[in-house]
């Protein structure tokens, strides 16, 4: 006992949390594939440079808890993580405050919250200093830290749907910019629907997976397809409006409340 | 060392002496039950990437690690931004000279390499502005006799 009073002395002292308004570590050992796709932000960073998105116009009304099951969670704790992102865009922090509290509650159904609850107070920091760029590494750095807590759940399955959920509401966003603007920047390539439809491999066999999981893997598969055919300026527009509604349908689908 | 307390009061659980340390241990900031532990070259492109974070860089807090035998080479995949301007930042526990670095296109044609910055010992940043967007490859070879450990990460701006 004695021992384990001073260890536990010993590693609160030599792991002190960084200074404040520094974003905390994270962790490091994650797979080679994460840095496969690029985050939200870098979308939305090149999308800045071509078009003026009105950032706050592109907000989407959150649903209200519980959700159905887990995978669904999983999914809307990353449409969450990006509406966080596009209010860090927005430079609201209002809005980043009112998503955290949303994914506090999706962090709770998953059984993350109690061992994630540092890292929110230090989101809520940074978008009362308005310090940005550090809420966008802490948010990246949330993500990492909850396919970390999954593996450790052995609910590692759940992780693609967390980065799925972040990039189906990342292309959401592109699409709307991109028909504002005639530009569909960054969602122009087949071979980005087929990087997300491999996250899907991740997941059990297809009888074992949630029904909103099909319906995305047809979504991908048929965005994939229709960019692949894309030649002219005419089918690009047309492709780009198609994207749009069908990315916005399937969203508004599974954003739904609970029955 | 045996690793025990010699301390007789100490050993004993004397209450005087376990006072203050209860108090400091509650005082002491509660932390998750296991905290990641970072490589020191990991640490080192963390500490760089801050750096550039200061010159209008955004940071990705992903940090892919690798280990490199000696000879062989790893192609990671990476889908890059043409709109974007990237800063790769790669360290590695080998001596500066034993690791190439280049980026190549998706069939494996190198795009662009060799022209690496050594910032300082193992530390190396690589900026690229990509002439299209789409999957890329980032190929490290380890020229050197011995495994190398490396870590990889990007900013972009």
């Given at each position: 006992m004695h021992l384990s009073v001073v260890a536990a002395i010993f590693c609160g002292l030599t792991t002190v949390q960084p200074v404040s308004g520094q974003p905390q570590g994270t962790d490091l050992q994650s797979p080679a594939s994460v840095l496969e796709l690029p985050s939200s932000p870098e979308f939305f960073r090149a999308v800045s440079k071509e078009a003026k998105p009105r950032w706050r116009q592109l907000y989407r009304a959150t649903p209200k808890l519980p959700h159905r099951e887990r995978g669904h969670s999983a999914f809307v704790l990353g449409v969450l993580l990006c509406e966080a992102l596009i209010a860090a865009e927005a430079r609201d922090a209002q809005y980043v405050r009112n998503s955290t509290q949303d994914i506090r509650d999706c962090l709770t159904l998953l059984g993350l919250a109690e061992a994630l609850e540092q890292r929110l107070p230090a989101i809520h920091e940074f978008a009362e200093r308005q310090n940005w760029s550090s809420l966008r590494f802490e948010l990246e750095a949330l993500e990492i830290d909850c396919q970390r807590l999954l593996a450790k759940q052995l609910?590692?399955?759940l992780s693609p749907l967390i980065a799925l959920g972040r990039h189906v509401r990342c292309l959401d966003v592109c699409a709307a910019i991109g028909l504002e603007s005639g530009r569909p920047i960054g969602i122009a390539d087949p071979d980005y629907y087929a990087a997300l439809g491999q996250l899907l491999g991740a997941l059990p066999a297809s009888g074992d997976r949630p029904a909103f999981v099909e319906q995305l893997l047809e979504l991908l598969e048929g965005l994939q397809q229709g960019w692949s055919e894309v030649v002219a300026e005419e089918t690009r527009a047309e492709q780009l409006a198609v994207t749009a509604e069908a990315v916005g349908h399937f969203l508004d689908r599974i954003m739904e409340p609970a029955q | 060392m045996s690793g025990r307390l010699h301390n007789n009061r100490m050993r004993r659980g004397c209450p005087a002496c376990l006072l203050p340390l209860l108090m400091l241990a509650w005082l002491a900031p509660r932390l998750p039950a296991e905290q990641p532990v970072a490589t020191a070259s990991a640490v080192a492109v963390l500490h760089a990437a801050r750096t550039l974070a200061g010159e209008g860089y955004e940071r990705r807090a992903t940090i892919v690690e690798h280990s490199l035998p000696a000879g062989e080479s790893v192609d990671l995949p990476i889908f890059l931004l043409l709109q974007n301007t990237y800063c790769f930042l790669l360290a590695s526990s080998e001596t500066d000279d034993a690791l190439s670095f280049a980026v190549c296109d998706d069939d494996g044609n190198?795009?662009?390499?060799?022209?690496?910055?050594?910032?300082?010992?193992n530390l190396h940043l690589f900026y690229l502005q990509p002439d299209l967007s789409g999957r890329h490859r980032l190929r490290i070879v380890n020229l050197g006799d011995a495994a190398a450990r490396v870590s990889l990460t990007y900013c972009y701006r």
């Amino acid at each position: 006992m004695h021992l384990s009073v001073v260890a536990a002395i010993f590693c609160g002292l030599t792991t002190v949390q960084p200074v404040s308004g520094q974003p905390q570590g994270t962790d490091l050992q994650s797979p080679a594939s994460v840095l496969e796709l690029p985050s939200s932000p870098e979308f939305f960073r090149a999308v800045s440079k071509e078009a003026k998105p009105r950032w706050r116009q592109l907000y989407r009304a959150t649903p209200k808890l519980p959700h159905r099951e887990r995978g669904h969670s999983a999914f809307v704790l990353g449409v969450l993580l990006c509406e966080a992102l596009i209010a860090a865009e927005a430079r609201d922090a209002q809005y980043v405050r009112n998503s955290t509290q949303d994914i506090r509650d999706c962090l709770t159904l998953l059984g993350l919250a109690e061992a994630l609850e540092q890292r929110l107070p230090a989101i809520h920091e940074f978008a009362e200093r308005q310090n940005w760029s550090s809420l966008r590494f802490e948010l990246e750095a949330l993500e990492i830290d909850c396919q970390r807590l999954l593996a450790k759940q052995l609910d590692s399955a759940l992780s693609p749907l967390i980065a799925l959920g972040r990039h189906v509401r990342c292309l959401d966003v592109c699409a709307a910019i991109g028909l504002e603007s005639g530009r569909p920047i960054g969602i122009a390539d087949p071979d980005y629907y087929a990087a997300l439809g491999q996250l899907l491999g991740a997941l059990p066999a297809s009888g074992d997976r949630p029904a909103f999981v099909e319906q995305l893997l047809e979504l991908l598969e048929g965005l994939q397809q229709g960019w692949s055919e894309v030649v002219a300026e005419e089918t690009r527009a047309e492709q780009l409006a198609v994207t749009a509604e069908a990315v916005g349908h399937f969203l508004d689908r599974i954003m739904e409340p609970a029955q | 060392m045996s690793g025990r307390l010699h301390n007789n009061r100490m050993r004993r659980g004397c209450p005087a002496c376990l006072l203050p340390l209860l108090m400091l241990a509650w005082l002491a900031p509660r932390l998750p039950a296991e905290q990641p532990v970072a490589t020191a070259s990991a640490v080192a492109v963390l500490h760089a990437a801050r750096t550039l974070a200061g010159e209008g860089y955004e940071r990705r807090a992903t940090i892919v690690e690798h280990s490199l035998p000696a000879g062989e080479s790893v192609d990671l995949p990476i889908f890059l931004l043409l709109q974007n301007t990237y800063c790769f930042l790669l360290a590695s526990s080998e001596t500066d000279d034993a690791l190439s670095f280049a980026v190549c296109d998706d069939d494996g044609n190198v795009v662009a390499d060799g022209s690496y910055l050594p910032l300082k010992k193992n530390l190396h940043l690589f900026y690229l502005q990509p002439d299209l967007s789409g999957r890329h490859r980032l190929r490290i070879v380890n020229l050197g006799d011995a495994a190398a450990r490396v870590s990889l990460t990007y900013c972009y701006r």
